[in-house]
């Protein structure tokens, strides 16, 4: 459940970001931009990889994240010298 809502309310601010580049406050050609719309985009972005680290943690913590840990190969057990024959 909070895998869920974690990535709920991390998508929430995304969509405040792209209403802010769609009303107008952050054009990228030509660049301009009002201050408002600058830090609302970054606190938003900010929001949302706090959210989506947590979702990240969850899945993590769950195993869905496996295939992104090297697998660690088992090594061969070592042989024990054998001792020489004694010459006589």
Known sequence: MMLVLSLLLGIIPLLGVVWILTSGMITLWPFSATVDGLFMSLILLALAGCFFLNAYWEMNDAG?????????????????PTPAPKAS
């Open 64 to 80: 869905m994240l496996t295939f992104l840990h090297k697998k660690k190969v088992a090594a061969a057990p070592a042989k024990a």
